[in-house]
C-alpha cells in the first residue's frame, strides 16, 4: 500500500505545503495592505488637491477621519482641518457658514412636513 494515500486519486491539483499557504497568507496580508495604503494616498491627494472646491476637499476629509466638522467658528480643529485640505482658515469657515445656511433653509421646510394639518 502506498504512503501517499489520496482521496481523489485523479486529482491532478498540485499539493500545496504548510509553507506556501502561510506564505500565500501573507502575500494577500501584504496586497490588503497595499489595497488600504493605496487608498489612502489617493483620499490624501483628494483633500489636498487645489482642483477640488473646498466643500470637496473639507467632506474628503470628514470621511478620512470620521469626523464632522463642528460648528463652532473657533473651535481649534478647523486649523487642523485648514492645514489638511492646504485650505485657509477663512475657506473652511466660509464652508461652516455656508452649511448652517443650508441647515437653516433647510428646517422650515422639515417642520411643514411634520404634521402640518391643523
Known amino acids: 500500500m502506498s504512503s501517499t494515500y489520496s482521496p481523489f486519486p485523479h486529482d491532478i491539483a498540485p499539493r500545496r505545503t504548510t509553507s506556501e499557504l ?39 476629509w470628514e470621511k478620512v ?10 473651535h481649534p480643529i478647523l486649523d487642523v482641518i485648514a492645514i489638511g485640505t492646504r485650505l485657509t482658515l477663512a475657506q473652511v469657515r466660509e464652508e461652516q ?16 412636513g411634520l404634521g402640518g394639518e391643523t
Open 22 to 60: 502561510i506564505k500565500t497568507h501573507a502575500e494577500r496580508l501584504a496586497l490588503e495592505e497595499h489595497e488600504r495604503a493605496q487608498r489612502k494616498r489617493l483620499e490624501l491627494e483628494e483633500q489636498r488637491s487645489d482642483v477640488n472646491p473646498p466643500d470637496v476637499r473639507i467632506r474628503t
Open 97 to 112: 457658514r455656508t452649511r448652517a445656511a443650508l441647515r437653516v433653509a433647510r428646517a422650515p421646510s422639515q417642520e411643514s
Open 65 to 74: 477621519h470620521g469626523l464632522r466638522m463642528p460648528s463652532d467658528p473657533m
